[in-house]
């Protein structure tokens, strides 16, 4: 028996929809009509003047722990304070500089959780309520713990949230309601152990008031760029004054009344009859999704 067979294939024959397909013209795209462009490629590299900012605002929340485990807690307080200010800053930059990012989004939430989140709980902790025991190391882990969630719930939500109002006190205003008072009475020369129970009680509403839903003026909708009547920069002027005064008393009287502001707020209309909306339903007019 032959191994190959000399018989060969035969094509089959083409269907007569195949054969108009066939004879069918390529067609070509109009001179008019644009080529199609191709996605740019992603780029791998981080930009570095917003990111300079976040990393400043690290540094500080750092520096803070560093400074309550050496019992130097005015300067842990202080350097608190200069992370908000630089965390304010960081995303400013980025919007003014168009250089917003996820990587910056993502660094800027691990650098608020350092900063405002696990620095303020250490400090408190090491300040008034180490001698508490159980009780004093449970509520520095129910601040922490409600900063983490706050910043998670924020991440989130930040596209459904009304951009007005916080979400629950933020954890910037937060680090500042405990750690301004922690300045204030070291400014004062008193110890933490004699203001354990004060301290306690701040560091746990503080951290409980974060994941409420208690609407928190965000100061978002003021428009830097629209003129004002002189009488605005004169007040500004007198803020400024006030603080240089005596900034922890200050900052701290400020903070303090901030942290109250939301149920202020969500009482008044309740009271109206008009609950204050914290996830939009609808989009409103001039207001960014």
């Known amino acids: 028996m032959p191994i190959f067979s000399h ?3 035969k094509a089959k024959p083409l269907s007569a929809k195949a054969l108009r397909l066939n004879r069918a013209p390529l067609r070509r795209a109009p001179a008019d009509e644009p080529a199609p462009v191709a996605p740019p490629a992603r780029s791998r590299g981080i930009y570095l003047l917003p990111n300079a900012f976040t990393t400043a605002a690290l ?7 560093v400074m309550a485990m050496n019992g130097q807690y005015q300067h842990a307080a202080i350097a608190i304070f200069a992370a908000m200010v630089l965390d304010a800053t960081d995303g400013r930059v980025a919007r003014l500089t168009n250089t917003q990012s996820e990587f910056g989004a993502q660094y800027d939430s691990l650098s608020d959780m350092v900063s405002f989140g696990a620095a303020p709980a250490l400090i ?7 001698g508490m025991g159980k009780l004093g190391w449970l509520a520095a882990f129910v601040y922490c713990a409600g900063a983490a969630l706050r910043l998670a719930r924020f991440n989130t939500n930040i596209g459904v949230v009304d951009k007005r109002f ?10 500042a309601l405990v750690t301004g008072f922690i ?8 110890a933490g152990a004699d203001f354990s129970w004060l301290a306690w ?9 974060m994941v409420t839903n208690v609407p928190f003026y965000s100061f978002k909708d003021v428009n830097f760029k629209k003129s004002v009547p002189f009488i605005a920069i004169f ?3 007198l803020v400024f004054v006030a603080i240089s005064s005596d900034p922890p008393k200050v900052l701290f009287g400020l903070f303090v009344i901030y942290g109250l502001s939301g149920y202020g707020v969500a009482v ?5 009859g008009r609950p204050v909306s914290i996830v939009q339903t609808s989009s409103e007019p001039g207001e960014d999704k």
């Not at 540094?59 to 803070?64: K, M, W």
């Not at 916080?166 to 680090?175: D, I, K, M």
């Not at 300045?183 to 008193?190: K, M």
């Not at 009680?201 to 008031?209: D, P, S, W």
């Open 7 to 9: 018989r060969k294939n």
């Open 59 to 65: 540094f500080c929340g750092f520096y803070a722990i």
């Open 124 to 130: 408190v902790y090491e300040w008034a309520l180490r």
């Open 166 to 175: 916080f979400q629950g006190l933020p954890s910037p205003a937060a680090a």
């Open 183 to 190: 300045w204030l009475l070291d400014d004062l020369r008193i």
């Open 201 to 209: 009680v701040i560091t746990v509403y503080a951290g409980l008031t």
């Open 235 to 237: 007040l500004i002027v």
């Open 268 to 272: 008044w209309y309740w009271v109206k």
